[in-house]
């Protein structure tokens, strides 16, 4: 049973770029949100994304924006990369039933993407 | 505004040695909450979660306790390994909303 999967591991860029991050959901689930983690710092929620759709989203600029593939995949792009976008971006998939999220919450999160930029 | 603090920030206690960690929630209405227990530079897993019916639930040497009323949660951790070493995010989901909140964790260090 696939988990969930991140990539790159790891990646460095400067400020003014832009980058791509990219998530594929544990087996069975459709729902993919992403997460920043600043060092010693709980995951701070950036947005959700179900049905190829943005269903929630957090308090980050629209540098940050994302999408879902039919296949349920995801991806999440940041633009202007300022140096506090420095920081562990995790993937987290969920099921949602019938239109409506797991009741339990439950969320899988994969291995996350460390961004550095300079 | 809902929050989920934790206490202590970080912990050091020897191998083998019991602790326990703290979190105290405003969230409200109350769906369920969950630890979780993040490696360094790795994704959180989840370790426990409970619901508002649930005051104790264990899985191995880790046992979280609930008290709705209080809107206070433990985790304690028996006989540390250091394996142990980690940060431990308290988690709280909504009742009613797919919103859940996250602490910002206890770093804990087990030391031989």
């Known amino acids: 049973d696939a988990g969930v999967t991140q990539s790159p591991t790891h990646l460095i860029k400067t400020r003014g770029q832009q980058v791509t991050l990219r998530c594929s959901p544990k087996?069975?689930?459709?729902?993919v949100s992403w997460y920043q983690q600043a060092l010693g710092q709980g995951p701070q929620f950036i947005f959700q994304?179900?049905?190829?759709?943005?269903?929630q989203r957090g308090n980050f600029p629209d540098r940050f924006s994302g999408h879902q593939f039919p296949n349920y995949s995801s991806e999440l792009n940041v633009n202007a990369l300022l140096l506090g976008d420095s920081a562990l971006y995790l993937c987290a998939s969920s099921l949602r039933v019938s239109g409506v999220q797991d009741r339990t919450g439950e969320l899988f999160f994969g291995e996350g993407s460390r961004l550095t930029v300079l | 505004k809902n929050q989920v603090e934790q206490s202590p920030q970080s912990l050091i206690i020897l191998e083998g040695k019991n602790c326990t960690l703290q979190c105290n929630y405003t969230v409200s209405p109350f769906s369920n909450l969950r630890w979780y227990k993040q490696d360094t530079g790795r994704g959180p897993v989840s370790l426990t979660i409970m619901t508002f019916s649930e005051n104790t639930k264990s899985n191995g040497r880790y046992t979280a306790t609930l008290d709705a009323d209080t809107k206070q949660s433990s985790l304690h951790i028996t006989a540390s390994q250091l394996s142990d070493s980690a940060s431990y995010i308290c988690?709280?989901?909504?009742?009613?909303?797919?919103?859940?909140?996250f602490g910002s964790g206890t770093r804990l260090s087990i030391r031989p």
């Open positions: 087996s069975g689930h459709d729902t």
């Open positions: 994304y179900y049905e190829e759709e943005e269903r």
């Open positions: 988690v709280v989901k909504e009742r009613g909303a797919s919103k859940i909140i």
